[in-house]
Nanobody
Framework: QVQLVESGGGLVQAGGSLRLSCATS????????MGWYRQPPGKDREEREL???????????GYADSVKGRFTVNLDTAKNALYLQMNNLTPEDTAIYYC???????????WGRGTLVTVSS
């Protein structure tokens, strides 16, 4: 497993932006599928939803319909970090955001501890 530490959450007004960071102990990324998940208030761990994903090999990305056009995921291999740029935030984006890595060959999953994003109306 790899170590993941999220940061960048906070309180922002609707329409604002935040950039989340996920620092990782991984040093090579071609064997990972990486993603950002979120868990809204009152929801269980099992109800975490995938927000955005990126493949270490090829860099292909995917987004939940609810964030398409507003969120952008990117990987900076020089900084060993995954990012999530979030624009035009709405109160519905309020959640704890988690970074997740999964190895594509052995399906070993690592989670960070999360960072709280609160969007006020």
């Amino acid at each position: 497993q790899v170590q993941l530490v999220e940061s960048g959450g906070g309180l922002v007004q609707a329409g604002g932006s935040l950039r989340l960071s996920c620092a990782t102990s991984a040093r090579t990324f071609s064997n990972y599928e990486m993603g950002w998940y979120r868990q809204p208030p009152g929801k269980d761990r099992e109800e975490r939803e995938l927000v955005a994903s990126i493949m270490g090999r090829g860099g292909g990305t995917g987004y939940a319909d609810s964030v398409k056009g507003r969120f952008t995921v990117n990987l900076d291999t020089a900084k060993n970090a995954l990012y999530l740029q979030m624009n035009n935030l709405t109160p519905e984006d309020t959640a704890i955001y988690y970074c997740r890595f999964e190895t594509t060959t052995t399906q070993v999953v690592s989670w960070g501890r999360g960072t709280l994003v609160t969007v006020s109306s």
